[in-house]
Structure formats: C-alpha cells, structure tokens
C-alpha cells in the first residue's frame, strides 16, 4: 500500500502563493505519474496537474497554467504545487494522487489513480 499525505495548506489573500507537499510511504513511488485534484465547495473533484515517473513531462488544467507548478523528489518521496497568484476561485480541498499503472502516460481522469491523499484546504479570501 502507498500512503499520500497532504500539507502546506491554508489561508492566504488574493494574488499570494502557496506550497502544497504531498508525501509519500509504504511503496516506491519513483516510477509512477503523480497528479493533484481538487474539489471546490458544491463542486466535483477535478483534475490540477499531473507529473510522469521522472519530472521530465507535466500537465495542467487550463485555469492553472502558468500560476501553478508540479515538480517531484524521488530521493524525498515527495511531490509539490507551488501555486502562485492565486484566486478566489482555486479555494478547494486538494488531493494528492498516484497513478500505479502508469509511469509515462498522464491522465486527467480521477479513475485511473488508485491512490489518494486525505486532502488539505487551501482557502484564497481577504
């Protein structure tokens, strides 16, 4: 069993930053694609950014690019966000997520990772 833990959320003001981790146990993470989801309140769980086995290829959802990045440790078992010039609009609870299956390949669809965190709330208010 993989083990994903989620930290580094919170409350911060329009146009701030923030760093989300996610760590990883229990398995060998290395050689999966890693991917962030998040649900806003009354919406469904959808789909971030997403980074194969090596850091080498990543993906975004159109509202992120460019204000958001994905970048993973292997040597840490660690994968982060780094979310810059945040609106309101990405106040959400976000996940962390593993995809076993697959070590290149990135999808965006939450039925292909088979391993998830507990979620941390990030809230963009002033």
């Known amino acids: 069993q993989l083990q994903l833990v989620e930290s580094g959320g919170g409350l911060v003001q329009p146009g701030g930053s923030l760093r989300l981790s996610c760590a990883a146990s229990g398995r060998t993470f290395s050689s999966y694609v890693m991917a962030w989801f998040r649900q806003a309140p009354g919406r469904g769980l959808g789909f971030v950014a997403a980074?194969?086995?090596?850091?080498?290829?990543?993906y975004y959802t159109d509202s992120v690019k460019d204000r958001f990045t994905i970048s993973r440790d292997n040597a840490k078992n660690t994968i982060y966000l780094q979310m810059n010039s945040l609106k309101p609009e990405d106040t959400a609870v976000y996940y962390c997520?593993?995809?076993?299956?697959?070590?290149?390949?990135?999808?965006?669809?939450?039925?292909?990772?088979?391993?998830w965190g507990q979620g941390t709330q990030v809230t963009v208010s002033s």
């Open positions: 980074i194969n086995w090596s850091g080498g290829r990543t």
């Open positions: 997520a593993a995809d076993s299956h697959r070590t290149t390949y990135i999808s965006k669809s939450i039925l292909d990772y088979d391993y």
